[in-house]
């Protein structure tokens, strides 16, 4: 079946510039999570969605990052006025969490950011 | 605060040789613990997982981990590796009888493996 997906796949900025990073969660699927991937780390948490409602997020590390999940579906981050510092790759996961069930986090391939 | 601790960067074992990676945590709690592999290019994919009972856990593609209380370590193993699993690993933990919350990842071990 569908993974999640993501995209663009690659993208990259100019300082300053806007970007806009889409995920796909599995169908169904009613938590999502956005982490961020520096170069040689591992993923760092920056936020979480259940369906709509954005319940955590402690992990943007700037009022320039902002995420949205509208119909609680399809999800976007947006980072505004991109810094080279922002250079990572933005993994999105999708989990079915159903009481008392497995907690499994569903990974898609990311988008590497690159911001010159 | 919850952290992870993967002590080995960087690994090279042979083929068909035994692998360990080590991974410990810090939580006032025991955590829900977890193992996930990422190959370059590919999304982390999840190997296994622990929540409670049997401390020896059996994952997918031959890995097992065994969960130690008294040392808050998570170490993945694997029998006999194959070139197919040079790839980085991530152990990860999350907050106890929590559905939905997010994962505190190690900064990971790379695999290489020896023909």
């Known amino acids: 079946g569908a993974g999640v997906s993501q995209s663009p796949r690659y993208k990259v900025a100019k300082r300053g510039q806007d970007v806009a990073l889409r995920c796909d969660p599995i169908?169904?699927?009613?938590?999502l999570f956005w982490y961020q991937q520096a170069l040689g780390q591992g993923p760092e948490f920056l936020t979480y969605?259940?369906?709509?409602?954005?319940?955590?997020k402690s992990g943007l590390p700037s009022d320039r990052f902002f995420a949205e999940r509208p119909e609680g579906s399809v999800s976007t981050l947006k980072i505004q006025r991109t810094q080279q510092e922002d250079s990572a790759v933005y993994l999105c996961?999708?989990?079915?969490?159903?009481?008392?069930?497995?907690?499994?986090?569903?990974f898609g391939p990311g988008t590497r950011l690159t911001v010159t | 605060a919850q952290s992870v601790t993967q002590p080995d960067i960087h690994i090279t074992v042979s083929e068909g040789a035994s692998l360990e990676l080590r991974c410990n945590y810090s939580?006032?709690?025991?955590?829900?613990l977890f193992w996930y592999v990422q190959s370059p290019g590919q999304g982390l994919q999840l190997l296994l997982k622990?929540?409670?009972?049997?401390?020896l856990v059996q994952g997918i593609k031959g890995f097992e981990a065994e969960f130690k209380r008294s040392q808050s370590s998570f170490n993945l193993r694997k029998p006999s590796v194959h070139w197919s699993d040079a790839a980085e690993y991530f152990c990860?933990?999350?907050?106890?009888?929590?559905?939905?919350?997010?994962?505190?990842f190690g900064t990971g071990t790379r695999l290489a493996v020896r023909p």
């Open positions: 996961a999708s989990s079915l969490a159903t009481r008392g069930g497995s907690y499994e986090q569903y």
């Open positions: 169908s169904g699927h009613v938590s």
């Open positions: 969605f259940q369906n709509e409602a954005q319940l955590d």
């Open positions: 939580y006032g709690a025991t955590p829900y």
């Open positions: 622990y929540f409670s009972g049997d401390t």
């Open positions: 990860a933990v999350a907050p106890p009888k929590s559905s939905g919350d997010k994962l505190t």
